[in-house]
């Protein structure tokens, strides 16, 4: 079964620090590339950041709010990938969803996403 | 505030159709022909329902289409059925540094 299992989030105080996990299984993890995208209480979806598959290079990109403070990286033999959030603002608050970038045959679409976890909610408040 | 706009709400009844629309810049819609479309029930997670504007991933009813005109792309759902009652976001790839932006989200509401 396709799955993806995010864990890791809490409430932190502004300015800490938290690593958000993604667990992935039911597909070839180390040719996908992950994304981050998050939402806010009520609010709509944030594309938070991507990295890319080893064989793409690796590289990670980061939206305006978040780079900086923000690193997303990735541990093919774990089949998991990581969001490190610093210098963390109230902000920052929602529930954090690790997804897929969508592929078909030998197609694949950056701004298609397929697969998502259920999020782990992140809470930034003093 | 969104980089992309949509309508907050829309309705219609069970039969009809609505069309949600996604307004942006010539720097992502206007530019690209990567759009997508996500549909979102409370408490579910998104649903990829349409992407490069107008292709539908295997499994997605063929009643949901997908169309852009400029800067504005455009959700149509016909024969509107109850389980369609949802959030729809629209996305788009974009020239900017954040290189995918989303719209703010529609509430569909089926009467």
């Known amino acids: 079964e396709v799955q993806l299992v995010e864990s890791g989030g809490g409430l932190v105080k502004p300015g800490g620090s938290l690593r958000l996990s993604c667990a992935a299984s039911g597909f070839t993890f180390s040719d996908t590339w992950m994304i981050w995208v998050r939402q806010a209480p009520g609010k709509g979806l944030e594309w938070v950041g991507r990295v890319k598959s080893k064989t793409n290079g690796g590289t990670a990109d980061y939206a305006a709010p978040v780079k900086g403070r923000f690193t997303i990286s990735r541990d093919d033999s774990e089949n998991t990938l990581y969001l490190q959030m610093n210098s963390l603002k109230t902000e920052d608050t929602g529930a954090y969803y690790c997804?897929?970038?969508?592929?078909?045959?030998?197609?694949?679409?950056?701004?298609?996403?397929?697969?998502w976890g259920r999020g782990t909610v992140v809470t930034v408040s003093s | 505030q969104s980089a992309l706009t949509q309508p907050a709400s829309v309705s219609g009844s069970p039969g009809q159709s609505i069309t949600i629309s996604c307004t942006g810049t010539?720097?992502?819609?206007?530019?690209?022909?990567?759009v997508s479309w996500y549909q979102q029930h409370p408490g579910k997670v998104p649903k990829l329902m349409i992407y490069e504007v107008t292709n539908r991933p295997s499994g997605v009813s063929s009643r949901f289409s997908g169309s852009k005109s400029g800067n504005t792309a455009s959700l149509t759902i016909s024969g509107l059925q109850a389980e369609d009652e949802a959030d729809y976001y629209c996305n788009s790839y974009t020239s900017s540094n954040t290189l995918v932006v989303f719209g703010g989200g529609t509430k569909l509401t089926v009467l």
């Open positions: 997804t897929t970038r969508f592929c078909s045959g030998t197609s694949c679409w950056d701004e298609a996403f397929d697969i």
């Open positions: 010539s720097s992502d819609v206007g530019r690209f022909n990567y």
